[in-house]
């Protein structure tokens, strides 16, 4: 039977309240924006003409339904997103500096999307989709982490391929310890992964971003895309290991940088119709690049969702640098 959903992604749908300047009385303001790491990659992935389903919680309040209405908008199926009356929103109010680098402050005591239960999951979705994406902010509390434990284990036992990003948000975690933990605990459930540079490192010990790729690698992964910023990406198998460059560019606000890469890489891998063990180097090169294409146009604007570029946004950068 064919699968009828291109990317079902599973994890916290939030809003990003980022800074917009000051008010007349010299007060910061805060511009209210769409964002949460897996609903930013099913917004690329969408924008590119796949079909899409987000799997989360939101509250039965303003900031909910601006969500819902915003994934709806954006060409994602929220037929599997919960709304609870019993838990509010989460919210994330984000600082940005002079480089466009973040620090995050979190309102999620407990936030909406840590409170979807396993026995909320829309199995039929998880059972027919090609790829199964979800990230470590949902597995911080319970039943968010029960939820995601569960939806990978069905997804991936009637064949999904199974994507993971470890997004580290320390103020989220009880330490340092324990987060490392549980997110290198569902590598092994994964086929392919998405990580930052410093989380690289964090969950391996490494000394390299390529003696990173190498452990994770050894944890069962079929292909590691490590991200470098600026710099492009890294992308291991066990064929090899290949620097792909990024574009270079002044970045108003890096958020969603690392999912608008993620959903764009994905997003090339399934125009090829191929396992990932068939991947040539060149397809490998050619996700690599639409990814860092993507990511170097949602760095240019404000936001997570409202950031991320339009498919012909894409192709007419690719033409004019690639």
Known sequence: MA?????????E??????????????????????????????????HMGYKTAFIGKVGTDMHGAFLKKTLQKEGIDTTALIEDEHYFTTLAFVEIDENG??????????????????????KELLRNCKIFHFGSLSLTDEPARSATLEAVKTAKETGALISYDPNYRASLWKDETTAVETMKSV???????????????????????????????SLGLKLVAITLGEDGVLVATKNGKEHVAGFHTNAIDTTGAGDSFWGGFLSRFLSFNKA????T??????????GNAVACLCVQKRGGIPAIPSAEEVKAFLKENV
């Not at 410093?198 to 969950?203: A, I, N, R, T, V």
């Open 3 to 11: 699968r009828e959903v291109d990317i079902a992604a599973l994890g």
């Open 13 to 46: 749908l939030l809003i990003d309240f980022t800074e917009a300047g000051y008010s007349k009385d010299g007060m910061k303001l805060f511009e209210q924006n769409p964002g949460g790491a897996p609903a930013n990659l099913l917004t690329v992935a969408s």
């Open 101 to 122: 680098e973040r620090n995050f402050s979190f309102a999620r005591k407990p936030g909406a999307d840590t409170q979807l239960r396993k026995e909320e999951l829309d």
């Open 187 to 217: 590598i092994p459930l994964a086929d392919v992964m998405k990580v930052s540079d410093e989380e690289s490192l964090l969950l391996t010990g490494a000394k390299s971003y390529e003696e990173a790729a190498e452990v994770l690698l």
């Open 276 to 279: 990932v063990e068939e991947l």
């Open 281 to 290: 180097g060149e397809n490998i090169r050619a996700c690599a690049v639409q």
